[in-house]
């Protein structure tokens, strides 16, 4: 009986992944209109029928191109770092509160910034191995700015919790069966959309990319396939911060038909800012984070707490 179990999980976790990828591929091709409608202009999208061939045939270009590697490259980190970047983005997926289950447990909440925060190293590793320049600079300026913002990711994160008590996902559901937290809770959820624009590293806090100072940042030297599991990971990512979004403040009730569509608004929202604002200056994106969006947090912090606090004594 043990064995079927972990063969269901495992079959799980696999029609989970493959569902991401599936999901990912059709992504880039909404961003591609998106951005086409928003510049006025048409963009690589009309291929076959309204361009749904587009992704598949992107994902085939890359992966048969010949790989090329840097002569004085670190090889085994320099090939490495790409697949560990995409098997992290997708562990996050195995949180999400299916019927299936997945690993939906008491602490899922901890996990998902323990696996968020290690991120941080494939990046950081990407740029050391490619001996270049250009990639070593975008790798730091990456990782400083995604340091910089889990910290504030996570105190929002703590806010939420506070009013749950809780660090299961699906608590968030049974909380937000009458009002959801968006209208509670309000200036900490722009909060913490900004923040996840900045830890996804998207427009306007797009750094790791800054083409006009560095080129292409700390994925530069790739191509082929280590580029394109790159651009897996960072898109697995978008998808997933917009269903934390709307777990956290948007209902998050995952069984119903709207959670879908609202998790699809929510990945329009990272390419609509994409296609209208341009990029911010580095220094003000950290006098940002630690200025004025962690004193925020932690303000609200001490706010709900207190409100929680307040409550129990009236109901004492």
């Given at each position: 009986m043990f064995l079927k179990d972990i063969l269901l999980l495992m079959l799980s976790m696999i029609i989970t992944f493959i569902c991401v990828l599936i999901g990912v591929a059709f992504l880039t091709l909404l961003e591609r209109k998106v951005l086409g409608y928003i510049q006025i202009r048409k963009g690589p999208n009309k291929?076959?029928?309204?361009?749904?061939?587009?992704?598949?045939?992107?994902?085939?270009?890359?992966?048969?191109?010949?790989?090329?590697?840097?002569?004085?490259?670190?090889?085994?980190?320099?090939?490495?770092?790409?697949?560990?970047?995409?098997?992290?983005?997708?562990?996050?997926?195995?949180?999400?509160?299916?019927f299936s289950n997945l690993l939906t447990f008491q602490y899922g909440i901890l996990f998902f910034l323990c696996v968020s925060s290690m991120s941080v190293y494939p990046t950081i590793v990407a740029g050391w191995s490619s001996n270049s320049n250009y990639a070593m600079l975008g790798?730091?300026?990456?990782?400083?700015?995604?340091?910089?913002?889990?910290?504030?990711?996570?105190?929002?994160?703590?806010?939420?919790?506070g009013l749950t008590l809780s660090f299961n996902l699906l608590s968030f559901l049974v909380f937000q069966k009458y009002v959801w937290f968006l209208f509670l809770c309000f200036p900490l959820s722009l909060v913490w959309v900004l923040s996840s624009l900045a830890e996804t590293n998207r427009t306007p806090f797009d750094f790791a990319e800054g083409e006009s100072e560095l080129v292409s940042g700390f994925n530069v030297e790739y191509s082929s396939g280590g580029f394109a599991l790159i651009f897996l990971a960072e898109y697995s990512n978008i998808l997933f911060m917009s269903m934390m979004s709307v777990i956290l403040f948007l209902g998050g009730n995952i069984y119903?038909?709207?959670?879908?569509?609202?998790?699809?608004?929510?990945?329009?929202?990272?390419?609509?800012?994409?296609?209208?604002?341009?990029r911010y200056r580095y220094d003000k994106l950290m006098y940002l984070a630690w200025k004025s969006i962690l004193p925020i947090a932690l303000n609200f912090i001490f706010f709900y707490l207190g409100m929680k606090f307040f409550i129990h004594v009236l109901l004492a």
């Open positions: 291929v076959g029928m309204l361009g749904l061939l587009q992704p598949f045939s992107d994902a085939i270009k890359l992966f048969t191109k010949e790989s090329s590697s840097p002569l004085l490259s670190n090889f085994s980190f320099y090939m490495l770092s790409p697949v560990i970047s995409l098997m992290l983005a997708l562990m996050m997926w195995l949180l999400v509160p299916f790798s730091l300026r990456s990782v400083a700015q995604t340091i910089s913002y889990e910290v504030a990711l996570s105190l929002v994160l703590l806010s939420f919790l119903s038909f709207s959670f879908f569509l609202k998790l699809v608004f929510m990945s329009f929202l990272w390419l609509w800012v994409r296609g209208t604002l341009p």
